[in-house]
Every structure is written in structure tokens, then in C-alpha cells.
């Protein structure tokens, strides 16, 4: 299994970025997936996690009502939408893949390579 993570960039505060986890291997669609990410100095924290059906969803909540994951099982693929961004949004942002939606957002047992996510003031 391989997470390749994308999307990320250097933003101004207030902005946007998609973020996409693209899935390798046949079983995506049975698992939860998730984002995290880790600012320099700081270890790496919980930001969101999606069930296999995409029907339920978490959010730290440092990101409630800013960030919005989604998945598509066809494509192999989560997403984290980021609005509203700030500097402390400013970190190298993970994929990660779990058995279930509890699981993921603490002990996956996959992830990806990070995206570098950067917002000016």
C-alpha cells in the first residue's frame, strides 16, 4: 500500500488549498483514512478522519468548520479542504490509513510522505 500525498503550497492567510491522498492497492474502499500534520518543533497531531463510506467524519478541533475531508472510493482518493487558513495552519500535512475510523485517528498502521502546507500572514 502507498499514500502519495499532494496539494500542498504556500498560501496568504484566509486562503485555500486542497489537499488529495491518492491510494495504491486494492482495498481503499474498506478502509477509514485521515490527516495529520506536524508543524516544525511540534509532533505530529490529528486533524481529520473519514469512515470507509465516507459517512461519518472527525475533526480536531482546531479545524472545525474550516477544514472538510472527503473521499472517493472510485478514484482511490481523500481530500482535506482548508479554508480559512492561518500561519498556525503552517505544517507538513500526512495522510494515513487505519482499519477504522477510531483506529486511524490514532494508531494508523499506513502513511503517507506529507505535503508541505505554508500560510503567510
Known amino acids: 500500500v502507498q499514500l502519495q500525498a499532494s496539494g500542498g503550497g504556500l498560501v496568504q492567510a484566509g486562503g485555500s488549498l486542497r489537499l488529495s491522498c491518492a491510494v495504491s492497492?486494492?482495498?481503499?474502499?474498506?478502509?477509514?483514512m485521515g490527516w495529520f500534520r506536524q508543524a516544525p518543533g511540534k509532533e505530529r497531531g490529528f486533524v481529520a478522519a473519514?469512515?470507509?463510506?465516507?459517512?461519518?467524519?472527525m475533526y480536531a478541533d482546531s479545524v472545525k468548520g474550516r477544514f472538510t475531508i472527503s473521499r472517493d472510493n472510485a478514484k482511490k482518493t481523500v481530500y482535506l479542504q482548508t479554508n480559512s487558513l492561518t500561519p498556525e495552519d503552517t505544517a507538513v500535512y500526512y495522510c494515513?490509513?487505519?482499519?477504522?475510523?477510531?483506529?486511524?485517528?490514532?494508531?494508523?498502521?499506513?502513511w503517507g510522505q506529507g505535503t508541505q502546507v505554508t500560510v503567510s500572514s
Open positions: 492497492g486494492r482495498t481503499f474502499s474498506t478502509y477509514a
Open positions: 473519514i469512515s470507509w463510506s465516507g459517512g461519518t467524519t
Open positions: 494515513a490509513r487505519g482499519r477504522t475510523i477510531e483506529v486511524v485517528s490514532t494508531t494508523p498502521d499506513y
